[in-house]
């Protein structure tokens, strides 16, 4: 089961990362890890650096994905984007944290993205 779930998430990461080049963001690196834990897409657009958690799902269960994120992870990815941005030497940037959202059928093949920007606002 944790191997599927890993097979997945890189699934979804991969959809993620497409979904955002084809939306002009330039991709700054995936997995970032801190401390503090992982951020799964750090991107930038309009000198803006983007925190992306990607949530991948099967199914309509269980709600929307940027409803699994909860203000724990939103504490968490502010975290990860300070330690990210302290040590780009990018501090001075704007930023936000933003949800993509995957859902795969039962062959875990991408039916559908989304992405929600700024959900802390």
């Known amino acids: 089961m944790k191997q599927d779930n890993w097979v997945k998430g890189l699934t979804g990461q991969r959809a993620a990362v497409k979904l955002l080049q084809d939306k002009d963001y330039k991709i700054l690196e995936t997995n970032f890890r801190s401390r503090f834990g992982e951020?799964?897409?750090v991107a930038e657009k309009d000198d803006i650096v983007?925190?992306?958690e990607v949530k991948t799902k099967t199914g309509d269960a269980f709600g929307e994905p940027w409803e699994?994120?909860?203000q724990?992870?939103?504490k968490q990815v502010r975290m990860m984007g300070e330690a990210f941005l302290t040590k780009n030497?990018?501090?001075d940037r704007l930023c936000r944290i933003d949800v993509v959202g995957v859902w795969?059928?039962?062959d875990g093949e991408v039916v559908k993205i989304e992405q929600w920007d700024n959900v802390e606002s």
């Open 89 to 91: 030497g990018l501090t």
């Open 50 to 52: 983007v925190f992306v």
């Open 104 to 106: 795969l059928n039962r």
């Open 68 to 70: 699994m994120v909860n």
């Open 72 to 74: 724990h992870k939103l």
């Open 39 to 41: 951020i799964d897409v």
